[in-house]
């Protein structure tokens, strides 16, 4: 069976760094037309995707947050990870990792089909 | 970023059926999928490729694209539905980025 399970501080300060790693078991992250990503939800707000990675290392992050944040995957130790740099209050949410399936078939397909239960994040001092 | 509009809630008597809907330019040129949030838990597949279930869900939920235009319709809603409902395509622009749409919460009166 498949598990994604994030892994966090719960608690950062502003202006700091937040760290957040997703383990990956019952499946090899080097898995071809899957991308690993990061979604986060603030409190009361919808779904907001941040970041996607292929175990190649190439990514992908939306524009919003591009400035801020990187995603790396460990291969050797089946996980990924996100980085973000100089967060504020803004940054509290519940991050989420998932898998991210793509295909083309005269347009593409992107579904999220394995989720983590989420990672609660607040940014205080 | 493109967007995906959805109604922010939509409301439904128990056994009745309902449909809810995700507009934008990334559902014309892309597929849509869809996804149950219930309070205090991780989002949930629920419809893939616009009309795709994945193994283990209800029958009662099924998927349709018409046009810029992606529809989730529940059939015989039951008190287990309620929960807030996205969609969610790849960008229109021509990025490899995800969009999603802001949600739609779902009350089964």
């Known amino acids: 069976q498949v598990h994604l399970r994030e892994s966090g501080p719960g608690q950062v300060k502003p202006s700091e760094t937040l760290s957040l790693t997703c383990n990956v078991s019952g499946v090899s992250i080097i898995t071809h037309s899957f991308y690993w990503a990061w979604v986060r939800q603030a409190p009361g707000k919808g779904l907001e995707w941040i970041a996607s990675?292929?175990?190649?290392?190439?990514?992908y992050y939306t524009p919003a947050l591009r400035s801020r944040v990187a995603s790396s995957v460990d291969t050797s130790k089946n996980q990924f990870s996100l980085t973000m740099k100089s967060v504020t209050a803004a940054d509290t949410a519940t991050y989420y990792c998932a898998r991210l399936s793509t295909s083309e078939n005269g347009g593409w397909l992107y579904y999220f089909d394995l989720w983590g239960q989420g990672s609660r994040v607040t940014v205080s001092s | 970023s493109v967007e995906l509009t959805q109604d922010p809630a939509v409301s439904v008597a128990l056994g009745q059926t309902v449909t809810i809907t995700c507009q934008g330019d990334s559902v014309r040129r892309n597929s849509a999928s869809w996804y149950q949030q219930r309070p205090g838990q991780a989002p949930k597949l629920l419809i893939y490729?616009?009309?795709k279930r994945p193994s283990g869900i209800s029958g009662r939920f099924s998927g349709s694209r018409s046009g810029n235009t992606a529809s989730l319709t529940i059939t015989g809603a039951q008190t287990e539905d309620e929960a807030d409902y996205y969609c969610?395509?790849?960008?229109?622009?021509?990025?490899?980025?995800?969009?999603f749409g802001g949600g739609t919460k779902l009350t089964v009166l």
């Open positions: 490729n616009a009309d």
């Open positions: 990675t292929y175990y190649s290392g190439t990514a």
């Open positions: 969610n395509s790849r960008d229109s622009s021509g990025q490899p980025f995800v969009v």
